[in-house]
């Protein structure tokens, strides 16, 4: 299988990255199942295991992540993929990428800065009680007292419902917002299999979700990805959703809840790489500060309630020096801009 077949089922290709980002772990990247979201591309190398996950975006190749590959080929595919880029007339932009991949990039040329952290909850340790989380028991209290039912479903018996939320959700975003892509997991498809999703409903009218996605590496679980609510839906309803789902993963031993990538946050000097751009270090910083491209603050806030005990830095990368086009580039490909 190479880029010039790429005439293969987007199916086939899909399950081929699922293969990869399940056995290729290396890198820890906690949103590797990202990587079959329908829409994407893939780049692979005849007789070289693993594959490299992109989407265009104007003039841009936007990758996500390292490539999922082991440590024989994953080189030979970084430096391919490179050169199928410029081949293509486009530039290199990389999101996503963890410790282990922003390390190898820099070592072959590449800028690598922090562009953001994921965070995760140890579920062994995990606890609600004591002063520190009254609040979240309290929203979470009146969203039940509401008469709020919890459930985890399957998407295609409650599709109708998910596809009410998805259109009346948007708006809460703000004018003219648009439903991110990419970055973010899906619901349905073909790998909606691999995924969960907990319901909250009244009398079977469903008034919002948590979609959970699989986290594989030496941290296993499931990632909090997509989560939307109807406008009218009573305070505390996410919450309330996503402890009955900690519940459920604690009967079943899940070590790990994720909670996926958010830009701008977590920005520290010993977490940058060598060789790092000081103008993008600067626009980063900007971005968390002033809020003028992604509701950061919001999301980290509502991350922060479950008391995540594992932060991991996530990195972009360019072909020698960093690009703020590259990075609206970015954005473009998330549906963002």
Not at 143 to 153: D, F, M, N, P
Not at 243 to 269: C, M, N, Y
Request: aromatic share 12%.
């Amino acid at each position: 299988m190479t880029q010039q077949t790429v005439e293969k089922s987007a199916s086939a290709l899909a399950h081929y990255a699922l293969e990869a980002v399940q056995k290729y772990s290396q890198a820890e990247n906690p949103s590797s199942f990202l990587a079959v979201n329908q829409g994407n591309s893939y780049f692979t190398l005849p007789g070289r295991p693993g594959i490299v996950v992109y989407r265009p975006a104007g003039d841009y190749f936007i990758q996500f992540g390292g490539p999922f590959a082991p440590e024989e080929s994953y080189v030979d595919l970084m430096r391919a993929f490179a050169e199928y880029t410029a081949e293509q007339g486009r530039k290199l932009a990389i999101i996503q990428l963890q410790r282990h991949d922003a390390e190898i990039h820099a070592r072959h040329g590449y800028t690598v800065n922090q562009v953001g952290a994921s965070y995760a909850v140890d579920l062994s340790s995990f606890t609600l009680a004591g002063t520190r989380y009254m609040q979240l028991r309290n929203k979470i209290s009146r969203a039940l007292r509401s008469g709020l039912t919890i459930e985890e479903v399957d998407y295609e018996q409650w599709q109708d419902g998910v596809d009410t939320i998805n259109r009346r959700w948007l708006p809460l975003k703000g004018e003219g917002a648009r439903p991110l892509e990419y970055l973010v997991g899906q619901t349905g498809g073909e790998m909606q299999r691999h995924r969960r999703l907990f319901i909250g409903h009244f009398d079977g009218e469903a008034a919002g979700y948590v979609s959970y996605s699989p986290v594989y590496g030496s941290c296993p679980g499931w990632m909090h990805d997509l989560s939307r609510r109807l406008p009218d839906s009573p305070a505390g309803i996410m919450e309330a959703i996503n402890k009955a789902a900690i519940d459920v993963f604690l009967a079943e031993d899940v070590r790990w809840l994720h909670f996926g990538f958010t830009p701008f946050t977590s920005l520290t000097e010993d977490r940058e790489v060598p060789g790092h751009s000081l103008g993008f270090k600067w626009l980063m910083h900007y971005l968390w500060e002033n809020q003028v491209v992604y509701p950061a603050s919001s999301q980290l806030a509502y991350k922060d309630k479950w008391n995540p005990t594992l932060i991991t830095t996530e990195y972009a990368a360019f072909p020698e020096q960093a690009s703020a086009e590259g990075f609206v580039h970015i954005w473009r490909a998330c549906n963002a801009m």
